[in-house]
């Protein structure tokens, strides 16, 4: 049991670019879990994943976020045109059904 | 529909000294109760949660937690604090096997600050 990885642990990037992110979830976990925490706050719920079926958005994530998850493995998780407001920690999350959820290191973005 | 209240967004205790970190929740159906620990840029940790079994339920670190229902509690304990307890400290909800989504709800979260 090598954890939830996330990669890349931390990013900064310009306000209107794309960035990807990406979730290796541990080994024979069906559920994966996309949260953001921003300054001061708990986590909050973005999407998640049955194997390769993403069964629930938040409306939290807007038309510009997506997130994949092929051939029910890794995911991840790409914003568009980002703006300041993006910027957060981005946790990824694995269980095996109901069961607890593990969490990566998460990946902090930083939009200027 | 599920939330978290954590009551204190920062508690300061000296070393050696009782840890209580109050969290309530609401929840229309039986709930799953967790806490996380979170370091400074990491992840979150868990340190217990209660499922429906005993109410008492014991988490690393010598951490422990009771389910109340009737008052809709889930604080967390530690007898005596070290350093290494600074962190703050995630209370957090799910519908349990009331629901189809185990997603969690999270409180605000309470820094923990541990003085010598």
């Known amino acids: 049991d090598t954890g939830v990885s996330q990669d890349p642990r931390h990013k900064i990037t310009k306000r209107g670019q794309n960035v990807t992110f990406r979730c290796d979830p541990i080994s024979e976990h069906n559920r994966l879990y996309w949260y953001r925490q921003t300054l001061g706050q708990g986590p909050e719920f973005l999407t998640y994943f049955q194997n390769e079926a993403q069964l629930e958005k938040s409306r939290l994530l807007s038309d510009r976020f997506s997130a994949e998850r092929p051939k029910g493995s890794f995911s991840t998780l790409e914003i568009q045109r980002t703006e300041q407001g993006d910027s957060a920690m981005y946790l990824c999350a694995s269980s095996l059904s109901s069961d607890t959820q593990y969490f990566g290191p998460g990946t902090r973005l930083t939009v200027l | 529909a599920q939330s978290v209240t954590q009551l204190g967004s920062h508690v300061s205790v000296s070393e050696g000294a009782l840890v209580l970190l109050r969290c309530n929740y609401s929840s229309s159906v039986p709930p799953y109760l967790f806490w996380y620990v979170q370091y400074p840029n990491q992840g979150l940790q868990l340190l217990l949660k209660y499922t429906s079994a005993a109410t008492l339920v014991k988490g690393i670190n010598g951490f422990e937690a009771e389910f109340k229902k009737s008052e809709t509690s889930f604080h967390l304990t530690k007898p005596s604090a070290h350093m290494s307890d600074a962190a703050e400290y995630f209370c957090?909800?799910?519908?349990?096997?009331?629901?189809?989504?185990?997603?969690?709800?999270f409180g605000k979260g309470t820094l923990l600050t541990v003085n010598p």
């Open positions: 957090a909800v799910n519908p349990g096997d009331g629901g189809s989504n185990y997603k969690l709800t």
